[in-house]
């Protein structure tokens, strides 16, 4: 198939640092080139792909000064796209809504993969007005604010199987991974480390917007002596900073759509400790990739009780469920099935 993956400009493809989309974007490409596809990439110039590289900017915008306004380098990735659109057999977007406004003028099927939380009244707003745009979703909970949009299927997150290394041996220390804000509970992990005695490494980033609640919140709470922070780190030194934890602390408090960090987590080996929001009952296996908890005396018990969990069986459920093979196959599976009824149409 000649298939187009629509990736935002906001990071590059995959991200040098923090970015789940993109990172998401980058092994659905390689997987569908490596299956033989031909694939273009629509994304910024310092995306590394082997797929066709269409760039509307050469850098990619979080760190780029220069760029006062996102939006405008957006609207010309769109013109992008529409320019080369009739080469496609299908186009998929991982942008957001922006397109939504010309996706009804394609000449092409195109398919929309939400990565974000739906729970927003805009975005409620707009799928009112354009419901028929096809979508897919990263997880059954994150459909629930639009339950009627014009679902095409829902798709897992997957890695390449060989991304992250599995490390046998339990580690001494518990993980926080991601970025900081308060949906994510940086704050809660800290707490967590601190009744259960043990150390704890955060490796986060700390977005523009959330600047305020880090140094309110969260740096007086690093002053405590098993509090490591790391900040930033690649994807090689995640491999790592995961696979010699003890666990991973998720104490999320949002309708987290997806949650990455879970998988990577079971590709090393990793047991995860989750609240139970958003996609975490669907990601995790309770009790096998780790345990789902509700609330902090449970995370505590949970962190506890998590020597119990076999390291193998959390790499053999990542196996099973979470690699980008599989990923990149349900999605050719979706596309075969949208490029078949847009041909059955047109000779109705």
């Given at each position: ?15 040098k ?7 998401i ?77 010309i ?111 880090f ?7 690093l ?36 949650g ?68 990149a196959?349900?999605?050719?599976n ?15």
């Amino acid at each position: 198939m000649r298939i187009a993956q629509v990736a935002p400009l906001i990071e590059s493809v995959p991200p040098k640092h923090y970015g789940g989309t993109e990172r998401i974007v980058s092994y659905l490409t390689e997987e569908l080139v490596r299956s033989g596809h031909d694939v273009t990439l629509f994304g910024s110039g310092d995306s590394v792909t082997s797929a066709r590289l269409v760039a509307p900017i050469r850098r990619s915008l979080r760190k780029n000064e220069r760029c006062k306004d996102p939006v405008a380098r957006e609207l010309i990735l769109i013109d992008h796209v529409v320019e080369h659109a009739s080469e496609f057999d299908i186009i998929h977007f991982h942008t957001g809504y922006p397109h939504f406004a010309i996706c009804r003028y394609l000449p092409v099927p195109h398919v929309t993969t939400l990565h974000g939380r739906l729970d927003i009244p805009d975005f409620v707003a707009v799928h009112e007005r354009f419901r028929d745009v096809p979508l897919v979703s990263i997880s059954n909970a994150q459909r629930a604010p639009i339950i009627s949009a014009n679902w095409q299927a829902t798709i897992y997150h997957g890695l390449p199987e060989d991304l992250f290394r599995f490390y046998p041996d339990r580690g001494d220390y518990l993980a926080f991974l991601g970025r900081i804000s308060p949906e994510k509970g940086a704050d809660r992990a800290i707490e967590i480390a601190k009744r259960v005695g043990m150390p704890l490494k955060i490796a986060a980033k700390v977005d523009r917007a959330d600047r305020r609640y880090f140094k309110r919140v969260v740096e007086p709470l690093l002053s405590d002596p098993r509090v490591k922070w790391i900040g930033e780190i690649t994807d090689q030194q995640k491999n790592e900073f995961l696979g010699k934890a003890y666990a991973l602390l998720f104490p999320i408090d949002w309708p987290e759509p997806f949650g990455l960090v879970m998988i990577e987590a079971m590709a090393c080996g990793t047991p995860v400790i989750a609240y139970h929001r958003g996609s975490v009952p669907e990601v995790m296996e309770n009790g096998v990739t780790g345990f789902v908890v509700r609330q902090l005396d449970q995370a505590v018990e949970a962190t506890r009780r998590v020597r119990n969990v076999s390291r193998a069986g959390c790499r053999e459920v990542f196996e099973k469920r979470f690699t980008a093979d599989r990923m990149a196959s349900d999605y050719v599976n979706a596309y075969e099935r949208m490029v078949h009824q847009d041909a059955a149409y047109a000779y109705a």
